[in-house]
């Protein structure tokens, strides 16, 4: 990796914010799910993929003196805007509503969360978006979510994460895509698990490496059911990133996926053109945290192995651990790929951003 800030300007497709704890979001909850929280003693709905006080969730030196990492507009913006230079971060925020089996309470924390980031972050720094993260135990509130969201031009985007009780191309997921592509707001697959299954085939591993390594076949598994089901068929207009899922891995799986297709395409006739034509023309990839080795010339080989440097996109994940502090870009990317990777890529992205940008 290199110690060379990202470009000047540069968009940051995936910064975290922090929620202290529930009561931050008390304010936001109706009366019902507010008394509910108190007369349950719920003091918590921290990620298990990222728990907050988790050494492994963020650098030590990016916590604050209660130790939560990206705890408020200013450290974000300090470290964001200021050290990295970049001139608009996509928050994502990570808190555990998709754990929830109650599809009532998981609305209402969504709202809550949504509203939350609206107040506490959006309106504390312009150069701040977001993602509308939705219930997704429930697709009628998740379309409403949206609905009640996207009014609001900072919302650039749609937030699932890639582990899910079923794949995420099945149909009656479609009315949420279609929200999506109405409001011209892409559906961004973060890493993450609502813990509904094991995270491996094979059933509960032990340790973190083991679920942190079992996120890339959970990506694959979910590009292959939106194409296999024919959701880019359905909703030509759709984009979807994958947030976190690593880079390297693209190559080798589409090279397999296009060589069954060939062989079982009279099983999916909607699929009418090759795996990977769709995933560069619909998928794009964050590249943090970029899973190739040090070497300058192996990433270039890496990126050519893509067959299009269109869908990489510029993140610098903070406040996680993946990278080594500074270094926000990986070693071997030409200025000109930089340049278009932080900036180009996600303005042909995110459709909310390309009409700020005007």
Not at 151 to 165: G, N, P, S, T
Request: proline residues 7%; hydrophobic residues 40%; contains cysteine.
């Amino acid at each position: 990796m290199t110690d060379v800030m990202t470009e000047v300007g540069a968009i940051d497709c995936d910064v975290h914010p922090s929620v202290p704890d529930v009561a931050a979001l008390l304010p936001h909850l109706d009366t019902f799910w507010r008394d509910s929280v108190v007369e349950r003693g719920l003091n918590s709905l921290d990620s298990n993929s990222y728990p907050l006080k988790s050494p492994l969730t963020s650098r030590p030196e990016w916590r604050n003196k209660s130790g939560l990492p990206a705890a408020s507009a200013k450290e974000v913006g300090d470290q964001v805007f200021g050290r990295w230079q970049s001139g608009t971060a996509i928050l994502n925020c990570l808190y555990g509503v998709q754990l929830l089996f109650s599809e009532d309470m998981a609305a209402a924390f969504c709202r809550a969360l949504n509203d939350w980031v609206v107040k506490e972050w959006l309106d504390r720094d312009p150069r701040m978006r977001a993602s509308i993260v939705i219930p997704m135990q429930n697709v009628e509130y998740a379309v409403d979510e949206i609905e009640r969201c996207a009014k609001d031009r900072r919302f650039v985007q749609v937030l699932v994460l890639a582990m899910q009780e079923v794949p995420l191309g099945r149909r009656h997921f479609w009315p949420i895509y279609a929200a999506c592509e109405r409001h011209g707001l892409p559906l961004g697959i973060h890493a993450g698990s609502a813990y509904r299954n094991p995270v491996t085939s094979l059933g509960w591993p032990t340790w973190y490496i083991e679920d942190y390594a079992a996120q890339a076949p959970g990506f694959q598994s979910q590009m292959a059911s939106l194409i296999c089901e024919g959701v880019f068929a359905k909703h030509p207009g759709l984009k979807v990133v994958l947030i976190e899922s690593g880079v390297t891995w693209l190559p080798g799986f589409l090279w397999r996926f296009g060589k069954f297709w060939r062989g079982l395409r009279t099983e999916v006739p909607w699929v009418d053109r090759a795996p990977w034509e769709i995933v560069r023309d619909h998928f794009r990839l964050t590249i943090q945290p970029f899973d190739a080795p040090d070497d300058p010339h192996a990433v270039e080989r890496a990126i050519e192995h893509l067959r299009s440097d269109d869908i990489l996109l510029y993140a610098s994940d903070y406040p996680h651990w993946q990278f080594d502090g500074d270094a926000v870009i990986p070693a071997g990317f030409s200025p000109a790929l930089r340049r278009k990777i932080a900036i180009s890529n996600p303005l042909a992205t995110y459709a909310r951003l390309k009409e700020d940008a005007r």
